[in-house]
């Protein structure tokens, strides 16, 4: 009996990028998007760079909240004030801990995730 389960595809031609072109094509190949795996790796970058600009938002925003509530004696804008100063600071600690999670498995592996291509 044949199992009807046990296919090949290949994901290169069943995820296009435009028209006619694949992801593992020589086309793709030569913007950047020769694979899946470099396509994850470059949109990796940008979010680390997204996440800073967010943080740094978040940052500014959180102390003009706080410097306001305290300064108008509002403990109510004060401690929204802080909420967005922790949860800026606790995000940057995830990113920053993710960022070197990923450094250690290049270490570990010699697979460059973050610069591939380099």
Known sequence: ??????????????????DNVGIGSDQAKKAGFGSIGEILSNLLNNVYVLAGVILFILLIVGGFMFMIGAGQENPEKAKKGKQAITAALIGFAVIFCSYWIIRIIEIITAVEILNPGL
Request: no cysteine; charged share 30%; aromatic share 16%.
């Open 1 to 18: 009996m044949k199992n009807l389960l046990a296919f090949k595809i290949d994901i290169g031609e069943s995820f296009w990028i435009k």
